[in-house]
C-alpha cells in the first residue's frame, strides 16, 4: 500500500475525532434522513460545536485557523460511511471560502463566525434551469434602484437550499457585457421576495436538501456585493479548481471505500461452493478496480498538495474531477454486480452508493466540460489546420 504522505500526525489525531463524530451523530440516523429528504439543523450546531465546519476560517474570523487538510479529513470520512446528507462541503469549502475570499471585512465578521458554529448555513446560487456548467449564461438580475439592488430570478439544484441562511448569488449587473456584467452577492434567506421552491426528489444523495430558489424584486444594499461589481465570473472561476479538487476527493474515497465493501461481502458470500471471492472473475475485477483506485488517489494527493501550495491549475483540477468521477461511477457499477441481488436493496450501502455516485459526473462541472478545458490547453498552441485558416 501507498503511505498518503500528505497527512501529518496531527491530521490522523483529528481524523480518529472526526469519525468519532460521525459514528455517533450522522450514522445512526442518515435512514431516517433520507426518508425526510433533509438533515435537522440540529446537527450543523453539533457540528459547529465539534469543529468540523470551517476549518481553515481564520481565528480572528471564529474558526481554527487550520490548514485545508482538516477540512479534507472532515470531507473523506463523511463519505466513508455514505453519508450524503450533510451539507458541509458546499458550506465549508465553497460559501466560507467565497467570502473568506471576496468579502469585506464586515461581512467576514458577519457571517463565518455563525458559519464555523454551524448556527448560519451557507449555499451557493450559481445554477440555473437554463444555466449549469455555462456560467456566463446567468439570466438573474440585479438591478441597481437608488441605494439599492433589486434581484428578480430564480436558481435550480442548490444544495442546502431548504436551510440556507445565506446564499452566494450570481447574478446579472449589466445583461450586455457577458462575463464582465456578472456580480456576486451575500443574499440572506429572510429578505422579503426570496422564496424557496419544492425540494426537489433526485436519484441520490436523498438526505441532502436541494432547491429551487426565487428571487422576486428582493432588495439588498451595495453592501452585500460580493467582491467588484462585474467581477463576478472571474471571481468564480478563481474557486472552480478547489471545487473540482472537492469533487475528486469525494470520488477517490468513495471508490476505495466501495471496493472495501465488495472485498469484505465476497469473502463470505457463497455461491456453487464457494466464495464469490473465490471466482477468479470477481478477482481480476476487484484487481483491477483497485490497481486504478490507487492511481486515482495518489494523483488526487498530489493535487490536494498543489493546491495548499497554490500551485493547482485548470487543467490538473479537471483532469483529476474527470479521471475520478469516471473511475468512481464504473466502480460502484461492478461493484453492485457483485453483490447480485443484494446491491440492487436499498439497505445495502452499495445500492445508496450506486444512486449516489451518477451527479458526481455533472457536479462541479459535466464530465464534457473537463474534456473540453484538457483539450483546450493541449491544442492551445498549434496552428489552424489550412481548412479553417481559409
Same mark, same amino acid.
Not at 472552480?240 to 461481502?265: F, M
Given at each position: 500500500? @501507498?503511505?498518503?504522505?500528505?497527512?501529518?500526525?496531527?491530521?490522523?489525531?483529528?481524523?480518529?475525532? +472526526?469519525?468519532? &463524530?460521525?459514528?455517533?451523530?450522522?450514522?445512526?440516523?442518515?435512514?431516517?434522513?433520507?426518508?425526510?429528504?433533509?438533515?435537522?439543523?440540529?446537527?450543523?450546531?453539533?457540528?459547529?460545536?465539534?469543529?468540523?465546519?470551517?476549518?481553515?476560517?481564520?481565528? !480572528?474570523?471564529?474558526?481554527?485557523?487550520?490548514?485545508?487538510? &482538516?477540512?479534507?479529513?472532515?470531507?473523506?470520512?463523511?463519505?466513508?460511511?455514505?453519508?450524503?446528507?450533510?451539507?458541509?462541503?458546499?458550506?465549508?469549502?465553497?460559501?466560507?471560502?467565497?467570502?473568506?475570499?471576496?468579502?469585506?471585512?464586515?461581512?467576514?465578521?458577519?457571517?463565518?463566525?455563525?458559519?464555523?458554529?454551524?448556527?448560519? @448555513?451557507?449555499?451557493?446560487?450559481?445554477?440555473?434551469?437554463?444555466?449549469?456548467?455555462?456560467?456566463?449564461?446567468?439570466?438573474?438580475?440585479?438591478?441597481?434602484?437608488?441605494?439599492?439592488?433589486?434581484?428578480?430570478?430564480?436558481?435550480?439544484?442548490?444544495?442546502?437550499?431548504?436551510?440556507?441562511?445565506?446564499?452566494?448569488?450570481?447574478?446579472?449587473?449589466?445583461?450586455?457585457?457577458?462575463?464582465?456584467?456578472?456580480?456576486?452577492?451575500?443574499?440572506?434567506?429572510?429578505?422579503?421576495?426570496?422564496?424557496?421552491?419544492?425540494?426537489?426528489?433526485?436519484?441520490?444523495?436523498?438526505?441532502?436538501?436541494?432547491?429551487?430558489? &426565487?428571487?422576486?424584486? +428582493?432588495?439588498?444594499?451595495?453592501?452585500?456585493?460580493?467582491?467588484?461589481?462585474?467581477?463576478?465570473?472571474?471571481?468564480?472561476?478563481?474557486?472552480?479548481?478547489?471545487?473540482?479538487?472537492?469533487?475528486?476527493?469525494?470520488?477517490?474515497?468513495?471508490?476505495?471505500?466501495?471496493?472495501?465493501?465488495?472485498?469484505?461481502?465476497?469473502?463470505?458470500?457463497?455461491? &456453487?461452493?464457494? *466464495?464469490?471471492?473465490?471466482?477468479?472473475?470477481?478477482?481480476?475485477?476487484?484487481?483491477?478496480?483497485?490497481?486504478?483506485? *490507487?492511481?486515482?488517489?495518489?494523483?488526487?494527493?498530489?493535487?490536494?498538495?498543489?493546491?495548499?501550495?497554490?500551485?493547482?491549475?485548470?487543467?490538473?483540477?479537471?483532469?483529476?474531477?474527470?479521471?475520478?468521477?469516471?473511475?468512481?461511477? !464504473?466502480?460502484?457499477?461492478?461493484?453492485?454486480?457483485?453483490?447480485?441481488?443484494?446491491?440492487?436493496?436499498?439497505?445495502?450501502?452499495?445500492?445508496?452508493?450506486?444512486?449516489?455516485?451518477?451527479? +458526481?459526473? @455533472?457536479?462541479?462541472?459535466?464530465?464534457?466540460?473537463?474534456? *473540453?478545458?484538457?483539450?483546450?490547453?493541449?491544442?492551445?498552441?498549434?496552428?489552424?489546420?489550412?481548412?479553417?485558416?481559409?
Amino acid at each position: 500500500m @501507498i503511505e498518503r504522505s500528505i497527512f501529518r500526525e496531527e491530521h490522523e489525531i483529528w481524523r480518529a475525532t +472526526v469519525r468519532r &463524530f460521525v459514528e455517533k451523530e450522522i450514522v445512526p440516523f442518515h435512514a431516517k434522513w433520507e426518508e425526510d429528504g433533509i438533515v435537522p439543523r440540529d446537527l450543523w450546531l453539533k457540528a459547529g460545536a465539534a469543529g468540523l465546519l470551517c476549518c481553515t476560517v481564520p481565528e !480572528e474570523f471564529g474558526g481554527a485557523g487550520l490548514d485545508y487538510l &482538516f477540512d479534507v479529513v472532515v470531507f473523506e470520512e463523511l463519505w466513508r460511511v455514505g453519508a450524503s446528507g450533510p451539507g458541509f462541503l458546499i458550506h465549508t469549502d465553497l460559501v466560507a471560502t467565497y467570502i473568506l475570499s471576496f468579502g469585506t471585512d464586515e461581512q467576514k465578521r458577519h457571517w463565518l463566525p455563525k458559519m464555523v458554529r454551524g448556527e448560519a @448555513i451557507g449555499s451557493l446560487g450559481m445554477t440555473e434551469p437554463h444555466a449549469g456548467s455555462d456560467l456566463k449564461a446567468v439570466r438573474t438580475q440585479a438591478v441597481r434602484d437608488g441605494n439599492e439592488y433589486v434581484i428578480n430570478g430564480q436558481k435550480v439544484f442548490i444544495s442546502n437550499g431548504q436551510l440556507c441562511d445565506v446564499i452566494v448569488l450570481a447574478t446579472k449587473t449589466d445583461t450586455s457585457a457577458g462575463a464582465n456584467g456578472i456580480t456576486l452577492f451575500l443574499v440572506e434567506s429572510n429578505r422579503e421576495g426570496f422564496q424557496r421552491g419544492r425540494n426537489l426528489e433526485k436519484l441520490g444523495m436523498k438526505a441532502q436538501d436541494t432547491s429551487e430558489l &426565487f428571487f422576486d424584486n +428582493v432588495r439588498v444594499p451595495p453592501a452585500n456585493m460580493l467582491g467588484s461589481e462585474g467581477r463576478g465570473f472571474q471571481h468564480m472561476m478563481t474557486k472552480l479548481a478547489q471545487e473540482r479538487l472537492a469533487q475528486a476527493i469525494r470520488s477517490a474515497t468513495v471508490t476505495e471505500t466501495v471496493i472495501g465493501w465488495t472485498v469484505d461481502y465476497t469473502t463470505e458470500r457463497k455461491a &456453487f461452493g464457494q *466464495t464469490i471471492a473465490d471466482f477468479q472473475n470477481t478477482q481480476f475485477v476487484l484487481a483491477d478496480l483497485k490497481a486504478r483506485a *490507487t492511481m486515482a488517489r495518489v494523483f488526487t494527493d498530489r493535487c490536494i498538495d498543489l493546491f495548499i501550495s497554490g500551485k493547482l491549475d485548470a487543467v490538473d483540477a479537471a483532469m483529476a474531477k474527470m479521471v475520478t468521477s469516471e473511475l468512481h461511477c !464504473e466502480t460502484v457499477d461492478k461493484c453492485l454486480q457483485l453483490f447480485g441481488g443484494w446491491g440492487y436493496m436499498w439497505e445495502y450501502p452499495i445500492c445508496r452508493a450506486y444512486a449516489d455516485a451518477r451527479v +458526481v459526473k @455533472i457536479a462541479g462541472g459535466s464530465i464534457e466540460v473537463m474534456k *473540453t478545458i484538457i483539450a483546450r490547453e493541449m491544442f492551445k498552441d498549434r496552428p489552424k489546420s489550412r481548412a479553417r485558416r481559409e
